[in-house]
């Protein structure tokens, strides 16, 4: 099955956010590309398409990156599903364009990566 427009704005919002991995480094608004999580426990509601993070080449297929050692990328990064849900909430507070956020609303504020301390435009 060919992605909906919806899914395609949805996953250029995600990439347009940067590499969440070297965010979390200090180092913003590095070109991203897009990962599908792998870890599909819990929430079951949103499509595949949407279960995306943005990871720049070396933080996804590169020396640092998830698929050349997933435990040790989940180990300093944090699991598939908090980088997914992190990523949500960043694309809530600009708003993403598919407009999946729009209904989403709040942003948590206790996450110290949501809010006031995200730098990436
Ligand atoms: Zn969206
Ligand atoms: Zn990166
Ligand atoms: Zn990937």
Partial sequence: MSKTSKEKKHMDSV????????AKLGWYDS???LHHIKDKTGMGRRSSHFEVIPLCYVHHRGEWGYHTSPAEFNGTYGSQRELLEQTLEALSIEGCKCGCTTKKGAVDKTNPFSGANLFWE
């Fill in 15 to 22: 990439a347009q956010l940067g590499c969440i991995a070297c």
């Fill in 31 to 33: 070109p991203a590309e």
